[in-house]
């Protein structure tokens, strides 16, 4: 009662964690929308994994960018090159798309390069907008969020790059290798190697040098990235930890109750009340049956001893109605062929000869046998003897196609009685069905560990 009882709270309590998780995300996410953040949600069907055909409207190559959705996906045409200004030369973009593919095999970030006129708000809206790119297309990988985002606005001669958060996290690591300089690793290799590219308006060198330094920089440090997520995807992971915990504990307890009848000792014949294990039974106390279920190890056997005084009392003082192998010596004192059966102390000596337990046992006179079946025995109970000595094997007479039935013969013995019997039944025909794995990725970055600069 006590196990049943801790089981049920466990599933109640995680089920209403998980259901305040869920809401506390769905809470903390309005709030950012509301306050003009967008934090990446994963979801396999978003709008840079899968870009629908006309989802974006066409741009001219001087419009301003407004919005995140104004941007077209790279994916739509299998690269990770989004130009709306046609400024990259094509073969920049084949080496920035081998080399973004390269790093997301290795390591399931995302490398993304943007191209975009002007953002509406100048120069000073640029760091926001790819903060906001960022977590709108999820970038990364779900789990690491190493993903990068590379955004050159040409009118406003802006360059910012944007890194994940599980990137951020690397802020004592190898990815801030010059932290105790006045610029971080990111912010010194652009301005060294890609900006001066920038102002000489190379943007094809420039992409490309800023795109190798960080495939280069990802890879590495790839090993050292762990698991981290933004505040509405650590909530919606507490929830599915919480559910999944519910469901554990539903199932620990759906199983405990429907095996208790079998964990469960007899019931004394005397009182009514659940016998307590004694001590494994020996081989000369059980039924020829259950003999042969612990030769074929089909079943653990257990005897067990009524834990009411009086009716131990009451059996222990009673002359046996079978002949006794034992001696006077072994009796004790006043009769009792229980050593101890009726005084406080734990320790129980069990004097019985093993006729006397057999017949004990079979009426449930404050004796019993407890039966428990092995998992894995491939033996099962006998519909004749009652005992798990009998076997069952399955040959198949015809294959079942996706035309016709097929048909199994099931043949069973008893090893114990000798029944023996046949059963033939029919299998459903085939049927065809389609299934897949999906697995994508999805990031998160806070928007403080990315760098940029004016050229």
């Known amino acids: 009662r006590l196990a049943a009882t801790a089981l049920a709270i466990a599933v109640l309590a995680s089920a209403f964690a998980g259901r305040g998780a869920y809401r506390q995300a769905d809470a903390l996410q309005t709030r ?32 301003r960018v407004s919005s995140v959705r104004d941007v077209p996906s790279p994916r739509f045409r299998g690269g990770w090159v989004s130009d709306m200004v ?17 790093v997301r095999r290795q390591t399931g970030g995302e490398i993304v390069v943007v191209i975009v006129p002007s953002i509406q708000g100048g120069k000073a809206a640029v760091r926001p907008f790819a903060t906001k790119l960022f977590n709108h297309w999820g970038l990364g990988d779900r789990y690491k969020n190493n993903g990068a985002l590379v955004l050159i606005s040409v009118e406003d001669r802006r360059l910012e ?55 280069a920089k990802v890879i590495e440090v790839d090993g050292e990235v762990k698991p981290v997520g933004g505040p509405v995807a650590r909530w919606r992971q507490v929830g599915f930890a919480s559910y999944a915990a519910s469901i554990g504990s539903a199932y620990a307890f759906l199983s405990f109750i429907f095996a208790l009848p079998f964990w469960q000792a007899p019931r004394c014949s005397s ?27 089909s079943a653990s056997h257990t005897l067990c001893i009524c834990r009411s005084p009086t009716c131990r009392k009451a059996w222990a003082e009673r002359p046996s109605r079978v002949q006794s192998s034992l001696a006077e010596a072994e009796v004790g004192q006043g009769g009792r062929r229980l050593a101890g059966i009726t005084s406080s102390a734990p320790r129980l000596e069990m004097r019985l000869a093993p006729d006397e337990v057999i017949e004990r046992a079979a009426s449930l006179d404050c004796l019993g046998i407890q039966t428990v079946a092995r998992s894995r025995s491939p033996y099962h109970k006998c519909r004749s003897c009652g005992f798990r000595t009998a076997r069952t094997v399955q040959t198949t007479l015809r294959p079942a196609t996706y035309a016709h039935p097929g048909k199994v013969s099931e043949v069973t013995d008893c090893f114990f009685c000798d029944e023996s019997y046949l059963t033939v039944r029919s299998l459903p025909r085939l049927t065809s069905s389609s299934s897949g794995s999906y697995s994508d990725g999805g990031g998160y970055s806070d928007g403080g560990g990315g760098a940029g600069g004016d050229f």
């Open 86 to 102: 046609g400024i990259l030369d094509p073969f920049s973009v084949g080496k920035i798309n081998h080399m973004s593919s390269s």
């Open 271 to 297: 009182c009514g009340r659940r016998m307590a294990a004694l001590r494994d039974a020996l081989e000369a106390e059980l039924l020829p049956g259950q003999r042969a279920e612990l030769e074929l190890a």
């Open 32 to 63: 950012q929308e509301q306050g003009g953040q967008y934090e990446y949600s994963y979801d396999r069907n978003t709008h840079f994994r899968h870009p629908r055909p006309g989802a974006v409207s066409a741009r001219h190559a001087h419009d």
């Open 161 to 215: 790059v944007e890194i994940g958060e599980g990137l951020n996290m690397l802020n004592r690591g190898p990815w801030f290798e010059h932290r105790w300089a006045k610029k971080p690793w990111l912010q010194n290799t652009l301005d060294e190697k890609v900006l001066p590219q920038l102002r000489q308006d190379k943007y094809s060198a420039g992409a490309v040098t800023a795109t190798s330094a960080l495939c």
